[in-house]
């Protein structure tokens, strides 16, 4: 039987969703828009849903960036991801953010690299990697700090995300992409299933929230899916 899986991100500028069959992306797409996650995630499902002529009663597993990322947003692509997943009986899966980001990567990469994405209030979420075998391996937990407190180490290793863009000069070596690829958060999500790795759904806020809101943002339900 097909695996075929939903991925979403809303934890950096980029709202992006991609559907993979067997592990291969079939459609993804990506929208920059860092203010309107509610708005936008759901008809960006739904475009890579249909262009990759699948219907939400065929996917068998989501998959959902967790972060570290900006709190609104962050919960948008969390509650949607739980949603979906508990109204169809599938099962969803967490992957951190910047593994994602430093998955985009890792096929570019020679040993060690620092991913560092906007925090905003001038920090950076990030984590430092090293690629074996063509794989990228976390060597951190993910933190966030002012980009002038990383680590002198830190800052002089190849940055990948908005952190090198936002503060060239204190991460003068900027490569690779700015935001998460959903296809590439779906293969992470994929090898570690096969793996048999627990990929729990908690959210990395890392820090509080700038506005405490009375509810969380309600998911844009797609169609096929009921409350």
Known sequence: M?????????????????????????????????????????????????????????????????????????????????????????PAYGVCSLDALAEQFAGDADGEFVVATDARRKEVYWAGYRVDDGVAHRLTDPAVCRPADLPDDVRALPAVGRGGLLYPDLLPHRVGPLDVSAGALGRVARRRLDAGTEQPVRPLYLRRPDVNPNSGPKPTLLPGVSS
Do not use: N, Q
């Not at 993979?20 to 797409?29: I, M, S």
């Not at 828009?33 to 960006?44: G, N, Q």
């Open 2 to 90: 097909s695996r075929v899986l939903l991925a979403l991100d809303t934890a950096t500028s980029a709202i992006s969703a991609a559907v993979l069959l067997d592990g291969v992306v079939r459609a993804e797409r990506a929208v920059i828009d860092p203010r309107r996650h509610s708005e936008v995630l759901a008809p960006t499902v739904e475009s890579v849903l249909r262009e990759a002529d699948i219907a939400v009663a065929d996917l068998t597993a989501v998959a959902v960036g967790i972060g570290p990322g900006p709190f609104t947003g962050l919960r948008v692509g969390i509650v949607t991801a739980t949603t979906l997943g508990f109204a169809r009986g599938i």
